[in-house]
């Protein structure tokens, strides 16, 4: 999954691509706001993305489309 996080105050935003699913990230990102806590995802090369839930701005849960270079029909 391809999920891109928006920070407050900051105007890049976060891309990470993470081997959990869809429900498994709503569920961390749930946990982050929720518990006051911070939203920590593990991306598919062992990366380790730390936010403050108090911090996100915004959470985009898509698909990862990878590998398609060139023209298709």
Not at 26 to 42: D, I, N, R, S
């Amino acid at each position: 999954m391809e999920v891109k996080i928006g920070v407050q105050n900051v105007q890049r935003e976060i891309t990470i691509d993470t081997t959990l699913d869809a429900d498994g990230v709503e569920k961390a990102v749930a946990g982050a706001l929720t518990e006051g806590g911070v939203l920590a995802l593990t991306d598919a090369k062992g990366r380790r993305i730390v936010v403050p839930g108090a911090k996100l701005a915004y959470v985009d849960i898509s698909t990862s489309v990878t590998g398609q270079v060139g023209f298709r029909s």
